[in-house]
Structures are given as C-alpha cells and as structure tokens.
C-alpha cells in the first residue's frame, strides 16, 4: 500500500520525498494548483518579476543539514534581508540596532554608552508574561509604543498584553551596526524561485504528485497518511475552530525602483497595513535587468472559514482547543501530523524543513521495524 502525504509544502515534499528514496510508494496530494504551500513564487507575466505570492519568505537557517539539503534541489543566491520601518514619519532601520537607537534619540553614542542609555528606558520583569512586558523588559515604552505596539495590534488583531512573549522574542536588539534582519549564517533566496525548489524536492522515481486534489475525497488505502493541513480540519472542525491570520495583498505595479528595498514595515496603527513588499529586490541578480516592479501591500485580517491560514494566533482558549486536538489525534491511528498547519505552531521554513527530516528518519526506522509510527514527532503542546 501507498503511503498519502497531504500538503505539498516543505513538510510534505521532504517527507515525501525521504520515503520514496527509500523505496516505498508515496502519493503527494494538494488542494491548490501549485506546490510549495505558503512559500510559492510566480513571475508575475506584466512585469517579469519573480513574486512572493503569499507574501515574503526569505530563507534563512543555522542548520548545516538543513542548508545541505536545500542546496542539493537548486542553487541558492545570497539574500540579506534588511527591514526599514516607517514610524511617526521617519524612516528608521529594524530590527532595533545602535543606527536605530541614535537616530531615534538623536544622539551619537557608541555601543557600551547605548545598552547603558536603553537599560535606562527598560522596565526590569524577571518573567515576561507577555509581547509587552518582553517589549518593555527589552526595549523600552519609546522603542515598544513606536515600532512595536501599533504594528503588533494590526498584525494579530490583539492587544500585545494578550499575546505570547515568543513572538517578541524572534526579534534581536543589537547594539551595533549590524542591520541584518536575522542573524543565521545562511541567508539566500533560491535562484529559480521557492516553488522551483519544492518541485525539485518532490521530482523522483515512487512520488506521484497529485494536486487539485483533496484528502477529504479520496477513496483509496493507505499504509500511513501524514497530514500537514490544519489539524482541526482532519477532524471535520468538530471541536471548534483554532484562530488563524491570514492575510491581503494590495498589489501595486510601477516602473523603476518603488522603494528602494524589499520590505518596509508601517508601524503606525492608523496605516492600515502593516508592511510593503517589492519582490524585485529579493532576486538582486536579476533585478538589473527588469525594469516594471510589483509590490503588495499587506493588510492581516481574522482567518475567516474560506481564507488561507497564516499565523497560528495560539491564545489560551486556543491552546485548551489544541489540546482536545491533540487528544483526539493521539487516539487515531494510521496518522502523523507534520508542519505548521498540522501542529499549529509558528514555524520559520528552516525549522519546517529539519522537522520534516527528523521526522521522515524517524518513520522509516518505525517501518523498518515495523513498530508504529508516532501521531506527532514535534508535539504542538510543548512549543506553546
Ligand atoms: N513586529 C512589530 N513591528 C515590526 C516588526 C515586527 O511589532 O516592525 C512584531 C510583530 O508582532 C511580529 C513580531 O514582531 O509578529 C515578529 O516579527 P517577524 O518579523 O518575525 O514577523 P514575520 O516575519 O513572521 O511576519
């Protein structure tokens, strides 16, 4: 018997993939038309720029095994992602670093004179509780108030007192120079596009790609599904529904260079998104030679039951909500729940991707062995 993996994103395709390479048969299904799940690209037809279509994913990681694998389905261009944040009518550098600092107080100050200035400005809370108390034990009320209170309360629709710490916390604060979004050594975009990339992953002898297709109509046996759709959705939402993100793009087209970089965030909350993306810049190889630009602005909204889910929003009701889910997939067998959708966590794509083999490893060791294969090799509840 096949086996069914369900989601033809980073999670489905590396498992997919690990299982075919081993021998077994494996069917890959997916409801869109397209590969790689959130993380698709496209060239947009009127411009010829190479678009993030769900918005912008920039591949970054500090896993050797992870950055391997990427690379052995296509080349990967170096890509550093710089944020710049528009606040009270000022153009300042994110994440929040000595440029941001001086230029926000307007002040001259070296690294050592600025933790101790900052340090002035913070709040010491032993244990955050939440985004603001991180926010405020971090950065301070000015830094919280200008760049993150108002873009939070637009990207989740909630108060950040109402929010985890964690979400702050996948943000650094440095006192240098350094104005690199995100500090793993490997940062790169791939050349050919992401959904290139997933398409490669998932080209091999014993996978048949079906897309167009749901899981919920299917009609055939499987030796073992695994499912990195929306966990309360394999249970037909009998529980309830967990909150979800999701969000809008505006699209704009112009001539030239709009704005100079590839992501500037709006901070302000009356700005009634929350960032502008213009993909040309992800792809600076090829940027140079193409001279119409695309950009989204993005506006983040409720997940509402026909939308795509994005950001798992994971409150405390939601988190009780899970935990039935959980309960309720821990007494099924024949299924694993893989990825973001599938555990309900916020999860980079590096992350997704050493998951997905971690977990392909671990279930070719259970049919090796014929022991049963784990419902969840991440479990949701512990990276609440
Ligand atoms: N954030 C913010 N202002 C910014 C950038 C980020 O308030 O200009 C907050 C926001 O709550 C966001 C979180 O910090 O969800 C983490 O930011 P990150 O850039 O990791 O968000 P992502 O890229 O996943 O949307």
New binding site residues.
């Given amino acids: 018997m096949r086996y069914c993996i369900v989601g033809a994103g980073f999670s489905g395709a590396v498992i997919g993939r690990a299982l075919a390479e081993a021998g077994h048969k494996v069917l890959v299904i997916d409801e869109r038309l397209h590969v790689a799940g959130n993380c698709h690209s496209q060239r947009d037809p009127q411009t010829g720029v190479m678009t993030h279509v769900y918005?912008?994913h920039?591949f970054h990681t500090g896993d050797e095994r992870v950055w391997a694998y990427v690379q052995r389905f296509g080349a990967m261009r170096p890509y550093r992602h710089r944020?710049q944040?528009v606040?009270g009518g000022m153009v300042y550098s994110?994440?929040v670093n000595l440029l941001t600092i001086n230029q926000f107080f307007r002040k001259v100050m070296g690294p050592e004179e600025a933790r101790a200035f900052v340090a002035t400005k913070t709040r010491p809370i032993s244990n955050p509780a939440n985004?603001e108390e991180q926010?405020l034990s971090m950065i301070g009320a000015d830094f919280y108030e200008a760049?993150?209170?108002?873009?939070?309360r637009k990207?989740?629709g909630l108060d950040?007192t109402q929010?985890p710490a964690s979400?702050?916390k996948?943000?650094p604060l440095r006192f240098d120079y350094d104005d690199s979004?995100f500090a793993h050594p490997h940062q790169a975009i791939p050349e050919r596009g992401y959904t290139e990339l997933v398409a490669a992953i998932l080209d091999t002898p014993n996978l048949e790609l079906r897309l167009g297709a749901r899981f919920e109509d299917l009609t055939e046996a499987f030796a073992h599904v695994v499912y990195s759709g929306p966990i309360d959705r394999y249970f037909h939402y009998e529980l309830g529904r967990l909150g979800y993100r999701t969000l809008d793009f505006e699209t704009i087209r112009a001539k030239g260079d709009y704005q100079g970089t590839a992501v500037v965030?709006?901070?302000d909350e009356a700005t009634p998104y929350?960032?502008i993306t213009e993909h040309k810049h992800f792809a600076p190889w090829e940027k140079v030679k193409i001279e119409g630009t695309i950009l989204y602005r993005e506006f983040s909204r409720f997940c509402g039951k026909n939308d795509i889910p994005y950001?798992p929003i994971r409150q405390t009701n939601e988190e009780a909500m899970l935990k039935k889910y959980v309960d309720r997939a821990m007494a099924t067998p024949g299924v694993t729940f893989v990825g973001r959708l599938g555990s309900y966590r916020?999860l980079?794509m590096d992350v997704t991707i050493g998951e997905a083999l971690a977990a392909a490893e671990a279930m070719l060791e259970r049919i090796a062995t014929t022991a049963d294969i784990p419902v969840f090799f991440a479990p949701p509840l512990q990276h609440a």
């Fill in positions: 918005g912008p920039i944020v944040a606040a994110l994440p985004f926010a760049f993150f209170r108002g873009y939070t990207q989740w950040p929010l979400i702050l996948r943000l979004y965030n709006y901070c929350t960032r950001y916020y980079d």
